[in-house]
Structures are given as C-alpha cells and as structure tokens.
C-alpha cells in the first residue's frame, strides 16, 4: 500500500458526533488526497493537499475539512457524522518522482455511522 | 462527476482466457490510467497511457486508448484466478493533474 498508513481501519460511531480520520505518509510526498468510495459511485474525491497548509476542495467535500500541519500527515474531520458519510474512505498520495497525476492508495477506513 | 464509464459493469471467465474491459469518456484528456482494486484493499495503479500514445504495455496487461472514439480498453492475457479483482479507468483532463475515477468493471476468474 504505498507506504500509506490509514488510522483507525475501522470505526463505527454515532450520528452528531466529530470523527478524525488520520493519513500517514514516510516519504515526504507533496501531494495527498482523500476519497470516498461508495457502491454505485464509485471513488469520489474529497478535499487533497499539495503541501503544508495548501488544501484543496474536491467534488464531495460538504460536511468535510482536512488539515495538513506536517508533511507526513493529512487529517480528515467529519464535524458532526451523519448516515450518509457512512463509507470506506481511501488516503492517496502522488510520489514526487512520478508527478501529480499518478496515485497510490492506502489500505482504507470503513467507517459506519449509526 | 464521473469521466470515464467502464464496460462491462461485470465479467465472468475461465482461467487462462483473456479480459477485455473498455472505458469511455467525455471530454478530451491529458491522460488515462487504470488501476485494480482487490476486494477490501486501497486501489493499485497499473498503468498510464498519454494522449499521444496509440498503445502500451505491462507484463500480461495491454492498454489501447482511441481519442477520435474517446475510449480505451484493457486486455489482461492468460488470465489468472489472482487477477479477480475490480479495475477502474481513471482520466486526467485540462489543467487538473487529479484524476477522475470511473465506477469500474467487476472481474472473476474462476480457476
């Protein structure tokens, strides 16, 4: 998996309440990304980041915000989880060497709200 | 939004046949790639094939892509029972480096 730790794997909570989810990264790489991947969807792009404190809006980021403070790490917050976020959430991450356009993922977090 | 559309949604072979699995899109594109995806785990990219290219290769993988049609397909050759999995075309376009994922063809190898 690219070297992309995802934290927790699994998490069931409850509607109303914040979620953090954490990526992990060990080789400096520039650019990270969150999706979505929900069945009949497909994977759907969150918010990304291409570096320290630059984030970005992707196409399904209502009810989500990221933070970035280090490189290693890219935050995923859930304010207030509603049904409807419940999904397996994917970390990727663009290697410097190749560019932007080419992405690996880490292993996912399935996350289940009540 | 989804760009690229793969087809078919599914597909059921023998080891040893080959897979076929195409994928249109929309609007012009910088490049296509496509990735696998084994059941529980994050996406693996496979391979990247730019708008200039007619044809590329990986192993027992070989990707076409026909911009006058707009669409691509990937051949897996001699397929396995370990290629049973779910691959995604995935389209970089205008000025965006972040490519858009298609809903991906479910494939099975029975041994």
């Known amino acids: 998996d690219a070297g992309i730790t995802q934290s927790p794997r699994h998490k069931v909570t409850e509607t109303g309440t914040p979620v953090t989810l954490r990526c992990h990264q060990t080789e400096n790489h520039r650019y990270m990304y969150w999706y979505r991947q929900d069945p009949g969807h497909g994977l759907r792009l969150i918010h990304y980041?291409?570096?320290?404190?630059?984030?970005d809006k992707g196409e399904v980021s209502d009810g989500y915000s990221v933070s970035r403070s280090k490189t290693e790490d890219f935050l995923l917050t859930l304010e207030s989880a509603t049904s409807s976020q419940t999904s397996v959430y994917f970390c990727?991450?663009?290697?410097?060497?190749?560019?932007?356009?080419?992405?690996?993922f880490g292993p996912g977090t399935r996350l289940t709200v009540l | 939004s989804q760009q690229g559309e793969e087809d078919p949604q599914a597909l059921s072979i023998q080891e040893g046949e080959n897979a076929t699995m195409n994928c249109s899109y929309k609007?012009?594109?910088?490049?296509l790639q496509w990735y696998r995806q084994n059941s529980g785990r994050g996406l693996v990219h496979l391979i990247l094939i730019r708008s200039n290219e007619r044809e590329k290769h990986s192993g027992r993988l070989r990707v076409t892509l026909d911009t006058s049609k707009k669409s691509s397909s990937l051949l897996i050759t001699a397929s396995r029972a370990a290629d049973t999995a779910s691959y995604f075309c995935a389209t970089v376009s205008g000025g965006s480096y972040i490519p858009t994922f298609g809903r991906g063809t479910s494939l099975i190898v029975h041994p």
């Open positions: 990727a991450i663009s290697p410097n060497r190749e560019g932007p356009d080419t992405q690996y």
């Open positions: 609007t012009s594109i910088n490049n």
């Open positions: 980041s291409y570096g320290v404190k630059d984030t």
